[in-house]
């Protein structure tokens, strides 16, 4: 097979070990007088949003920083839990670079390129130093030094944390250094702005068109290039961990524009949420995959089981875990504790009142260790726990459950991180670049801040320094105004219907198909059902939605019913992705292709590439296509946590 | 359960709010606060009536969005918890509740339930930070910091930015959030070549801004990461020396 002509990855020459410095020194450099004639947008501020602001500006370049929330500091990524890897091998314990480079690759279910992992396990070593240099307060030793713990499908100790709001702190990390460049001038600043499109001119990204939530006046802004750092689309799910504002549309309006989408169906389920009570439900919360060091997981033999978790003695306990995978235990992989919780809960196995859950029991662990350690470990989590459910885990066992929570793919970029629009750069949890089919614990944190703090600051220069001298577009250009124009007609489309129904109905009945249908197991007749779902209710959409009050002001449900809009098309787009991937492989799960024992059965010789779609202005006729991947480094192999 | 909300309600920053009274029957006690508005506002919406406007994201009480007072207490009766982390089950059938947005000339209502919070990003912006350019760092291990103060710049680095201290506060002050930002970094190694800047220039800031502390510590009772008012007083204490050191000679001692 070879790669589609439209997709050049622009994998460096030279020796996995080399590529990452070889290019380095291979891109063209913009003299530091220089930086300050171009201009820079960045859409999000998440961790990788932030950070590569903060980077760019102190570089010298002029930033123009974009967020929805009402202040930088409350990205998404503030409610990470768990940990940041890096292969600093602190621990003794055998992690190396090439240690961590493998287990993504592996963990990836082999769907990642490899050039791009090995760079990031490279530069893992350097955040840590970055952000404790800028202040991060991780948990430390008695002596001084840092403390590491392992984590979800990891065997050795690479996972730096502070307590349980590792995210929160690394995100006041890179805002404080955002801030200090809003302060000096070489950051503007635009809290409470949505971005609602992508404005490109021959072929490249030239600006953008946002909305101010607050007054909703739309407006452009130009520059020489466009960095989208603007998150992941698991709710596209409805239920899902994601803040409530998370969505897809600023990715998925780059989509329309040209940029290719790669890899939407590789979805993570995260394995311990708290199991949803009701139909109110409006989010669903995710308990630190930490938890799986210290708890064990288990159900009752009996499906019949009506004894409370105390009075269930050990021999009529299933460790399912560890009895299937007695290496790992409970830290097998995400994708592997996900699917072997729904077989138990399938079963009728399941835990408290809606028999929708399984325990994660802390009792060896106090007993071992003492209540006092693992409270320091887990305090805050164990008391968000009793908030939530109004049950004590010191006491009883936790019940969890599997949740949507990250998503792999996104908008398709080369080694330098660029899409295949000229001029659009994509960073983070947005591109697809590095986990694959599926993500290993605590590094979702570690890709936001390399992309962000380490790879884009350099790869940009390459794209910006030929166009030295050149103007940005300027925003009275016909481009910006045909967007502007199409930004207002949605707007007032989406006002005008004045139907019955609100933006959320509708989300939830498209996250109820997604989720039936395209969640943790996926089968051609749900898939075709899902396809036979979603163009429907996006016709009731357009239909029936009741948007009220007005557009020139702050209005929720306005904002609601755009990004809902942008699922309902996206959805179909993941769905069709779904369906074509005739395989198993990391989140995406096909029932028809499974091994004997149940495990995810991939197809190497058929899809060992990047599933890439171009839109054509028609949803039901995505375009695919496929750059090849080739593993030099670390041969395909089954996975196997046995 | 069935309760009745007493809410306010405000178009913008310019027109004059008022108290609205909305009864929330067949109520869950498993939901939330902000699920309660949830359904409000569905059926708000249902009836042809503009949803209440509230801000909210992470719903797991660390992204510091939600901003409500309820029956007078910022975030509620529960200690230690966000609006988003407060469940019906500390309610009882029945109850009349009345919500207001934070109560702050400093946050200005932007609509019902929201306000502008954005005078804390000018604290942070006028020296909550360590200048750490990107590439710049030596080896995170090189500094040995004693667990004791790593734990107490945690402490402190709890904060989520709510606001909560501000609108509890009589004054309107905003000392907890400026001395939780302030200490994070004052107590660490890495603060210190910036040290009492940093206090100086946040502390004036925050004055720019907000009222004056008089130490009634509501603030504390408030927040719902529960930062101690210790932090105001060590701040207090770098913002006192640091009007009596002279920075060209603090190499001095």
Known sequence: MASSEKLNSKIPKGSMADKWNNHKFDVKLVNPANKRKFTVIVVGTGLAGASASATLAELGYNVKTFCFQDSPRRAHSIAAQGGI???????????????????????????????????????????????????????????????????GGAQVSRTFYARGQTGQQLLLGAYQALAHQIGLGKVEMFPRTEMLDVVVKDGKACGIVVRDLITGDISSHSAHAVVLATGGYSNAFYLSTNAKGCNVTATWRAHKKGAFFANPCYTQIHPTCIPASDDFQSKLTLMSESLRNDGRIWVPISKDETRAAADIPEEERDYYLERK????GNLVP???????AKTVVDEGRGVGPLKNGVYLDFSDAINRLGKHVIEERYGNLFQMYERITGEDPYKTPMRIYPALHYTMGGLWVDYDLMSNLDGLFVIGEANFSDHGANRLGASALMQGLADGYFVLPYTIGDYLAPLLGEGVVPTDDPVFSAAENEVHDRVDQLLSIKGTRSPDDFHRELGKVLWDNCGMERSKESLEKALEEIPRIREEFYKDLRVLGTDDELNDSLEKAGRVADFLEFGELMVRDALHREESCGGHFRVEHQTEEGEAKRDDENFTYVGAWEYTGDLASPQLHKEELEFEEVHLTQRSYK | MHVTLNVWRQNSSKEQGRFETYDVADISEDMSFLELFDVLNERLIAKGEEPVAFDSDCREGICGACSMMIDGQAHGPEKGTTTCQLHMRKFNDGDVITVEPWRATSFPVIKDLTV??????????????????????QDANATLIPKAVADSAMDAAQCIGCGACVAACPNGAANLFTAAKVMHLNLLPQGQPERYDRAINMVETMDSYFGSCTNHGECQEACPKEISIDFIALMNKDYVKAQLKNRATLSQG
């Open chain 1, 85 to 151: 890897n890096s292969a600093k091998n602190y621990k003794n314990d055998g992690d190396s670079v090439h240690r961590l480079f493998y287990d993504t690759v592996k963990g990836g279910d082999f769907r990642a390129r490899e050039s791009n992992v090995h760079r990031l396990a490279e530069v893992s070593v350097n955040i840590i130093d970055q952000c404790v240099a800028q202040g991060v307060p991780f948990a430390r030793e008695y002596g001084g030094l840092l403390d590491n713990r392992s984590f």
């Open chain 1, 325 to 328: 995978y007695p290496a790992f």
């Open chain 1, 334 to 340: 995400r994708d592997i504790a996900s699917r072997n």
């Open chain 2, 116 to 137: 502008d919070r954005s005078a804390f990003d000018r604290i942070v912006e006028s020296g909550g930070y360590i200048d750490a350019p990107t590439g710049a760092a």
